[in-house]
């Protein structure tokens, strides 16, 4: 009798779905669709991606050669900023949201997110937050200026005045992200279609799932410690201002306490992506799955007890230096079962390399070395050299770049044909590819010398000695930011036309989302299937 | 009332139920969802006295006791000397002279102190510091007792005014074996700004 009703769903109500019948701008405002709103999402976090590599473009002409040419200090700080957080919470964060409304509704048999209203509201929100951010470079106080870890007293004693405009947009972000993550828990508990156990959800709904609880846990905090930072400056507390009785260093600990678990908000879906996508690609079965679920939470919870590890150099007693070493390094444990259980799923598969494999391979690997800079980096003793310098940047965009957003590209060339019904240009995907791996690897892999070399990190001049490696770099970023257009020409073209895609035109695919037609249909599973 | 339409009514009210149960499922997860939202809110300001809780137990952050200690005679440890260093820095922007009378005095644990700091106003307006000491290494300072200091209080100072200011202290018995100097370390601060608002 239950599934007889729900089987009537569409027939007999119709006024839940004339969001249908909206047109032109009216569509994309009012609708609570979860593929519209999926594809809004992409491509924000593709307009932001571009704005904040502009921003890298201005700062790797800058660095192209020692001395001052291009911009002054102090705007080269705002760049700095401005393009740590719209990476971060402009391009990474909300692509991630993205793929999460789109899949994750077909993958685990539901006809639509939980609370499409709230996921509507979600959306529509982040675009203030960044013409906020983005308008300020245009104000009389200039953008903030104060990196994106926005340190005190950096952002409160000594601001140029953005403080109050970076708080409101950051407190926005993070209402939209707490938002979109309660949308995605309360999806996944209650709409799985039935027979879909948890542990028969799709590697990507897991990592979706554990990612969207710490989003909850921990976006909170940061709304907190901007509000302590907000207060310093403008309303006379002491949070963070020692001639108060406020301590800095207190700073730094709030923020880390939000920006550890906030760097694995960042990598765990990308885990989930690639790990729908390896098997596909070696047309075996995911190699480990239970491990891999156990190992995404034992990540989770054990990137709440190492943030320290971004303050050693903060004269920390030895005891909790030690701590939070091993802590880091333990982490390391659940992050090798993951690149393990990849290689094996590959190992005898009977592989094939099309573009989305290609960037999951890349991935693999590189987001390998970025671990290993990390694992480094986690020595307490030899971080004192490494912090602060561009051994740390080196770092964090090996795993954040050739790792967060190379899945995201491996993800988006896989579900291209299900998004918009035609296969991508598989030739102009293999150049974007090669291209951007090669020019990614000469634009961050230098950077690991000049950090042990002692080049610091947030600097608009450097020392001669410098010059040569700054000058190849430059040039791998320039690449590198060129190659991007590839992409979005690659996406324009596979809109448009092209030919075919079947409703699985991956061989070895797996996963409710292929057995609808593609272009997936607006209303998708309204019929929740049935799960054996 | 024909059997179709009785139909139709009965599968509207019985998926208007499922809807319902539904909502009422999700309307339970987000309660519980929001209270850890709050929750975590409320945790990141709780840290702020934990954290000096903690640093008052650990010494974590070299602060050092901002009410006057009383003396414990417990007697002077002539075995041990400690080296008990000086310094000064001023904060951005308070147009003042700051320093140590001496650089340095030795100590031996329990023994009581005296020393001089000076400071002069060097600016034409009136201008209220305030000096925040620490102590390094960061274990030592639980064990650095202040009696009598100017940080305890605001200073306020005239134009051009210039002034001896005092602090007593001793350093405990029970000072680690291994520490042998403490460097305590007076940042002065304008906060003029703040005691008129
Ligand atoms: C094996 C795992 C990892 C370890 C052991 C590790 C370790 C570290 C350490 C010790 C630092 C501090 C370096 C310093 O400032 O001196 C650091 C910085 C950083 N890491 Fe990782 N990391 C790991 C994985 C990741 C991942 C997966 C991401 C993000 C996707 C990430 C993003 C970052 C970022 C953004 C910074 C720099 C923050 C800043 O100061 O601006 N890390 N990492
Ligand atoms: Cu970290």
Redesign the pocket.
């Known amino acids: 009798m239950t599934t007889d009703v729900l089987n009537d769903h569409d027939s007999h109500e119709g006024e839940h779905h004339d969001d249908h019948k909206m047109t032109g701008i009216k569509r994309w405002l009012y609708t609570t669709n979860h593929k519209d709103i999926g594809s809004m999402y992409l491509w924000f976090s593709f307009i932001m991606f571009l704005v904040g590599g502009a921003l890298a473009m201005v700062i790797r002409a800058e660095l192209f050669q020692p001395g001052l040419q291009i911009v002054e200090p102090d705007f080269f700080n705002q760049l700095t900023t401005v393009h740590g957080l719209i990476m971060v919470f402009g391009a990474i964060m909300p692509a991630f949201v993205g793929f999460a409304n789109w899949m994750l509704p077909m993958m685990i048999g539901a006809p639509d997110m939980a609370l499409p209203r709230l996921n509507n509201w979600s959306f529509w929100i982040l675009p203030f937050a960044f013409a906020i951010l983005i308008g300020s470079f245009f104000m009389e106080s200039g953008a903030p200026n104060f990196g994106?870890?926005f340190y005190a007293p950096l952002s409160t004693t000594y601001s140029n005045g953005s403080t109050a405009f970076f708080v409101f947009a950051v407190h926005i972000m993070g209402i939209s992200s707490i938002m979109g993550a309660i949308n995605i828990v309360v999806t996944i508990m209650n709409m799985r279609a039935p027979g879909m156990t948890y542990m028969k959800m799709p590697l990507f709904v897991w990592t979706f799932f554990i990612t969207a609880y710490l989003l909850i846990a921990v976006m909170p905090i940061l709304a907190g410690v901007v509000t302590m930072l907000l207060t310093d400056t403008y309303f006379g507390t002491s949070f963070f201002d020692a001639a108060g009785g406020g301590d800095p260093v207190l700073f730094q600990h709030i923020f880390w306490f939000f920006?550890h678990p906030e760097?694995?908000i960042?990598?765990l879906p990308a885990f989930g992506i690639v790990s729908t996508i390896i098997p596909a690609f070696s047309r075996k079965k995911l190699f480990g799955y239970s491990s891999m679920v156990y190992a995404t939470s034992s990540i989770a919870f054990l990137s709440f007890i190492v943030w320290a590890?971004?303050m050693?150099t903060t004269g920390m007693p030895l005891f909790g230096e030690l701590f939070f070493m091993y802590c880091?390094?333990l982490?390391?444990v659940p992050?090798g079962v993951k690149v393990f259980n990849w290689m094996a799923t590959m190992w005898r598969g009977s592989m094939t390399f099309e573009t989305p494999m290609l960037f999951s391979i890349a991935f693999v690997i590189l987001f390998t070395i970025?671990?290993f800079s990390?694992?480094m980096?986690?020595l307490t003793p030899v971080?004192f050299q490494?912090?602060?310098t561009y051994f740390?940047v080196a770092?964090?965009h090996y795993?954040?770049v050739t790792?967060?957003l190379f899945s995201i590209f491996a993800g988006a060339y896989y579900w291209l044909p299900k998004w918009t019904g035609h296969m991508y240009d598989e030739t102009l995907g293999k150049v974007h590819f090669w291209c951007s791996l090669i020019s990614v690897n000469l634009l961050f892999f230098p950077m690991h010398f000049l950090g042990l070399a002692g080049m610091p990190r947030r600097i608009p001049d450097y020392a001669l000695q410098f010059a040569d490696f700054n000058k190849w770099v430059s040039i791998g970023g320039f690449a590198f930011g060129l190659s991007q257009l590839i992409f979005l020409a690659v996406v324009i073209k596979c809109i448009r036309g092209g030919e075919k895609a079947s409703a699985k035109p991956w061989e070895g695919a797996e996963g409710l989302e292929w057995t609808v037609a593609s272009p997936a249909p607006y209303h998708t599973f309204t019929t929740p299937p049935k799960i054996d | 009332m024909d059997k179709g339409t009785e139909q139709a009514e009965q599968h509207k009210s019985l998926k208007q139920e499922i809807e319902q149960s539904a909502q009422q499922k999700n309307s339970k997860v987000i309660k519980k969802l929001m209270l850890i939202v709050f929750g975590m809110f409320g945790f990141g300001f709780a840290l702020v006295p934990l954290y000096d809780v903690f640093c008052d137990i650990t010494g974590l952050n070299g602060k050092t006791n901002d009410t006057a200690a009383a003396y414990a005679d417990g007697g002077i440890d002539t075995s041990r000397t400690i080296t008990v260093q000086f310094i000064t820095r001023t904060a951005k922007g308070i147009p003042w002279q700051f320093n140590p009378v001496i650089n340095e005095v030795k100590v031996h644990p329990g023994e009581m102190k005296f020393v001089k700091f000076y400071a002069k106003n060097e600016s034409d307006r009136d201008i209220v510091g305030q000096a925040v000491p620490s102590v390094s290494p960061g274990l030592a300072a639980a064990y650095f007792q202040k009696i009598e200091c100017f940080c305890f209080t605001q200073q306020p100072l005239q134009a051009n005014e210039e002034i001896e200011m005092g602090l007593q202290f001793y350093v405990d018995l029970e000072l680690p074996e291994e520490i042998t100097t403490l460097t305590l370390s007076y940042t002065l601060y304008d906060i003029t700004g703040k005691v008129d608002s």
């Open positions: 994106w870890t920006g760097v694995y960042m990598i590890h971004h050693f880091t390094m982490i390391a992050t970025g671990g990390g694992l980096l986690a971080d490494y912090h602060d740390v770092h964090f795993v954040l790792g967060s």
